[in-house]
């Protein structure tokens, strides 16, 4: 049976990796990142790379579940964000926005 500070664990795991899926599944079906920033997804990416190797170390399945869903992502996301920003030409409207 778990313990007390596990169910905790898990219930937390569970609302933190589910928060984030809305934000996830919009940006996987539009591919539009113009209001993500690339420096918080960079480092959000980084605290939740940290989190993983941190739940790995001391062997906390809630903690290391949780953060391997939200990296991966966090890594789709941030995938398309540098796409976007470094490699997709802008549009005829992009171009009349920036004058």
């Known amino acids: 049976m778990l313990e007390t500070h596990e169910i905790v664990s898990y219930v937390a795991a569970t609302f933190t990796t589910a928060s984030f899926l809305p ?22 990416a980084i605290g939740v790379f940290s989190w993983l190797i941190y739940g790995i170390q001391i062997e906390d399945e809630a903690i290391i579940v949780a953060n391997a869903i939200t990296l991966v992502l966090a890594c789709i996301i941030l995938s398309f964000k540098i796409y976007n920003s470094f490699f997709k030409k802008p549009s005829i409207p992009q171009l009349k926005k920036k004058r």
């Open 23 to 44: 934000q996830a599944i919009l940006t996987i079906k539009t591919k539009d990142t113009d209001g993500l920033s690339l420096g918080m997804y960079s480092m959000f």
